[in-house]
T-cell receptor, first 114, second 114 residues
C-alpha cells in the first residue's frame, strides 16, 4: 500500500532563514507526489508536484522539492522564509499507478518568527 | 485548472439532523472527490463521485451516512446524515480535470454539530 510520512509535525523558523519540511513515502510503483499548503481558514493550494519528470521540482512562492527514489523522500525546501509562509503543509501521494485517489500525510505546521 | 465553490461555507447544526453540502466547478470534470478534515487532522478521502456511476466509498464511510449525488459534470452534493458531534469537521470537494495530475480543492465547508 502507498503511504506518506511527514517527519515533523511542527517546524518553527526565523524570517529569512531556510525552511525544510521532510516527507518520506512508501510505494510499490513510481508514484506522483505533491505538496499542498493550507493557510488558516483557507482551502488547499498546490505548491508543486512530481510526476516522473525532473527530480528537482520548482513550485510557487520560491518552494522546491527533490524526489530521491533511493531514499524514498520528497523533502520541501525554501531558502528564505517569509511571514506569509506560516501555514499547514501536506505531503501527498497517489494511491495507485493509474489512480487519482490521494493519500495525505499528517501535515506539518510552519510558524515563522519575526 | 479549475475553480471550485462550496456551499455553505460553514454551518452549525443540531445532532440528529442532516446537512447537504454543494460543490460547483467552473468546468466539466469526470472525477470529483469528497474529503473530511477533522479538527487538527489531515484529510481523509470519503468517496469518489464520478458522473454516470455510483459513488465509491472508502473504508469506514458508508452511503447511508454520507449519500452523494453527481447529477452532471459540474456539480455534486454530499449529505452528512443523522449528525453527531463527531461529524464536526471541514468537508472539502476536489476535482481532477483531464490532463492534470493534481487535484484542485474547494474552499471547504466547516461543520459544527452541537
Amino acid at each position: 500500500a502507498q503511504s506518506v510520512t511527514q517527519l515533523d509535525s511542527h517546524v518553527s523558523v526565523s524570517e529569512g532563514t531556510p525552511v525544510l519540511l521532510r516527507c518520506n513515502y512508501s510505494s510499490s510503483y513510481s508514484p506522483s507526489l505533491f505538496w499542498y499548503v493550507q493557510h488558516p481558514n483557507k482551502g488547499l493550494q498546490l505548491l508543486l508536484k512530481y510526476t516522473s519528470a525532473a527530480t528537482l521540482v520548482k513550485g510557487i512562492n520560491g518552494f522546491e522539492a527533490e524526489f530521491k527514489k533511493s531514499e524514498t523522500s520528497f523533502h520541501l525546501t525554501k531558502p528564505s522564509a517569509h511571514m506569509s509562509d506560516a501555514a499547514e503543509y501536506f505531503c501527498v501521494v497517489t494511491l495507485g499507478s493509474n489512480d487519482y485517489k490521494l493519500s495525505f500525510g499528517a501535515g506539518t505546521t510552519v510558524t515563522v518568527r519575526a | 485548472s479549475a475553480v471550485i465553490s462550496q456551499k455553505p461555507s460553514r454551518d452549525i447544526c443540531q445532532r440528529g439532523t442532516s446537512l447537504t453540502i454543494q460543490c460547483q466547478v467552473d468546468s466539466q470534470v469526470t472525477m470529483m472527490f469528497w474529503y473530511r478534515q477533522q479538527p487538527g487532522q489531515s484529510l481523509t478521502l470519503i468517496a469518489t463521485a464520478n458522473q454516470g456511476s455510483e459513488a465509491t466509498y472508502e473504508s469506514g464511510f458508508v452511503i447511508d451516512k454520507f449519500p452523494i449525488s453527481r447529477p452532471n459534470l459540474t456539480f455534486s452534493t454530499l449529505t452528512v446524515s443523522n449528525m453527531s458531534p463527531e461529524d464536526s469537521s471541514i468537508y472539502l470537494c476536489s476535482v481532477a480535470p483531464q490532463g492534470y495530475n493534481e487535484q484542485f480543492f474547494g474552499p471547504g465547508t466547516r461543520l459544527t454539530v452541537l
